[in-house]
């Protein structure tokens, strides 16, 4: 693999990636690698191998290719109709662990749930949550509901587009936590190819004149929807980050903090109902 594909992806990501392909389809972990060094390659094992380099040549994302992605300890399906979960969005789901591990029967709404690894995530790390995820694509959410159902877990899911459905009932939510789309269609130029000719658009751009669409629409919401002491956690665009906490401020929430994920962005947006 190295030959093929350091210059497209440097070294370490290719290592990274061998070592995806040796557990996803030879069931390997690096350990197995070292044990079983001396065993033959199982007969399908090159010409499977080599479809996926050309892909990789291609520059499609391995967990497409594999159809899989680690998130928060657990392995969800990922698909084209689907963003591949990111560690920063890990770290999202940490901030809500963090804070309300602690307690239990919270109720919570993830808007924008793709693979649904944060729903399926909280759900799972959260003492008896009542998880509803939202999202407008029907080929996103089957996926979802896929995965919910492969790590044993029970979300409310629901179809809807949050830009135009109906204000959710006052005072039902405990939680409210969001990575909806926040790429400026402006910055497609510095994105990276694996990125922007193989995920969704719909999940990840936004017009260049109104960066803050879907926050205005989920502070609306969450607004309304929120107890008083709920919490509301926004994964952001970090050229937009302090002008989300002012838009929420401006919606009557409080105690609005702009966080930094692991290299140092302006990444989280997170606020409290009064």
């Known amino acids: 693999m ?17 070592r995806m392909v040796m557990e996803e389809i ?10 079983r060094a001396s065993h033959e390659v199982p007969a399908f094992f090159p010409e499977k191998l080599e479809q996926i ?3 990789l040549e291609r520059q499609e994302p391995i967990q497409h290719i594999l ?8 392995r969800f399906k990922v698909t084209c109709d689907t963003l591949v979960p990111r560690p920063e969005t890990e770290q999202l789901v940490d901030i809500i662990v963090d804070e309300q591990g602690d307690r ?15 729903a399926i995530s909280l759900a799972r790390a959260l003492r008896f949550a009542q998880v509803t995820a ?20 029970r979300i409310k899911w629901l179809q809807a587009d949050i830009l135009s459905m109906p204000l959710w009932p006052a005072t039902s939510l405990d939680i409210v936590v969001s990575n909806p789309p926040y790429v400026c269609f402006g910055e497609q130029a510095q994105m990276e190819h694996n990125v922007l000719d193989y995920e969704p658009h719909i999940a990840l751009f936004v017009p260049d004149n109104d960066p803050l669409l879907f926050y205005r629409h989920i502070a609306s919401q969450a607004a309304q929807a929120l107890v008083s002491g709920g919490r509301l956690y926004l994964e952001v665009n970090r050229r937009f980050a302090h002008q ?8 009557g929430l409080v105690d609005t903090r702009v ?12 606020a409290t109902h009064p």
Do not use: W
Request: hydrophobic share 45%.
């Open 244 to 251: 989300v906490a002012d838009l929420l401020q401006s919606h």
């Open 104 to 118: 239990q029967d919270l109720r919570v709404m993830d808007v924008g749930t793709g693979t649904g690894c944060i």
């Open 259 to 270: 966080m930094h994920d692991s290299f140092g962005n302006d990444r989280f947006v997170t």
């Open 67 to 74: 159809g899989v992605a680690q998130f928060h300890g657990h």
């Open 53 to 55: 380099i050309a892909r």
């Open 134 to 153: 939202i999202d407008i694509s029907a080929e996103a959410l089957a996926v979802a509901q896929e995965n919910a159902k492969l790590l044993k877990t």
């Open 2 to 18: 190295h030959d093929r594909l350091d210059a497209v992806y440097g070294k370490g990501e290719v290592e990274a990636m061998a």
């Open 26 to 35: 030879l069931c390997c972990s690096p350990v197995d690698l070292v044990l």
